[in-house]
């Protein structure tokens, strides 16, 4: 029964971050959040990761598309165990999520578009007056 509970809080958690990265506006925020998210990561969690999986400093996107990049290429090349598959894919899918989130910004500011549509609108192409 605790176990269920663990996983649900962790599915809100991630959940929560995700959405923490839907609503930042800048890249700052978004290197904040993913810091944010990494902190949270225990010690006996970050313990069973390869250890050129740990993370290191994030200060900037290229930070975390380095990152990323490290994490996804150590998931693709070498089997881990189920811990360190989920563990694994769960810091890959923020990273990715952050990444394009930053990558979005920044293309607005370059083109001066500063209409907010979230990452799942932009995949389907849906803008902000058709929702």
Known sequence: MGQHFDEHDERLRRYSFLDSLEDAD??????????????RLGPAELATLPEDCWPGRINDRDDIAEYALR???????SPQSV???ALLDRIVNLLNHA?????????????????????????????????
């Not at 800048?26 to 902190?39: K, S």
């Not at 994490?71 to 090349?77: D, E, F, H, N, Y």
């Open 83 to 85: 811990a360190n598959d």
């Open 71 to 77: 994490v996804s290429r150590r998931r693709a090349l």
């Open 99 to 131: 990444a394009a989130r930053v990558a979005m910004i920044t293309s607005r500011r370059r083109t001066g578009d500063e209409e907010d549509v979230s990452l799942l609108d932009e995949a389907v192409g849906r803008k902000e007056e058709d929702v």
């Open 26 to 39: 800048t890249e700052r925020e978004i290197v904040g959040i993913v810091r944010d998210y990494l902190a």
